[in-house]
């Protein structure tokens, strides 16, 4: 099986405070890119750029809500700002609700999808 090879490259990963967010920045980081990493979790997202700084690469962590515009128009500003280029984005952040399709209100399939189709 080949073995992904990211050195020298930038990964970008939205909603890496936890889970396959998390483990697919650390994934990205043993395979030797630098990250930038964003989630609504800081406390996560620190542990989660912690995990990265140990395994020897860099990283720009932002506390970045993902379903703003404004935000996330100032965050890709940064970025651009700090970093060469962006080689792999992994727009990963999602949400969801544990109600009924038909009793959802229009407002929650709103945030749902600014989150999950955008971020």
């Given at each position: 099986?080949?073995?992904?090879?990211?050195a020298?490259?930038?990964?970008?990963?939205?909603?890496?405070?936890s889970g396959?967010?998390?483990a697919?920045?650390?994934?990205?980081?043993?395979?030797?890119?630098?990250?930038?990493?964003?989630?609504?979790?800081?406390?996560?997202?620190?542990?989660?750029?912690?995990?990265?700084?140990?395994?020897?690469?860099?990283?720009?962590?932002?506390?970045?809500?993902?379903?703003?515009?404004?935000?996330?128009?100032?965050?890709a500003?940064?970025?651009?700002?700090?970093?060469?280029?962006?080689?792999?984005?992994?727009?990963?952040?999602?949400v969801?609700?544990?109600?009924?399709?038909?009793?959802?209100?229009?407002?929650?399939?709103?945030?749902?999808?600014?989150?999950?189709?955008?971020?």
């Amino acid at each position: 099986m080949a073995t992904l090879d990211l050195a020298g490259k930038t990964a970008l990963v939205t909603g890496a405070a936890s889970g396959i967010g998390r483990a697919s920045a650390l994934a990205f980081a043993r395979a030797g890119a630098d990250l930038v990493v964003c989630d609504l979790n800081e406390a996560g997202l620190e542990e989660t750029a912690g995990m990265i700084r140990g395994l020897g690469r860099g990283v720009l962590a932002r506390r970045v809500d993902v379903a703003s515009r404004e935000a996330m128009g100032a965050f890709a500003a940064e970025v651009h700002r700090e970093r060469e280029a962006v080689d792999v984005l992994m727009n990963n952040a999602g949400v969801g609700l544990g109600a009924r399709f038909l009793e959802t209100p229009l407002e929650d399939w709103e945030w749902i999808l600014s989150i999950n189709l955008w971020g």
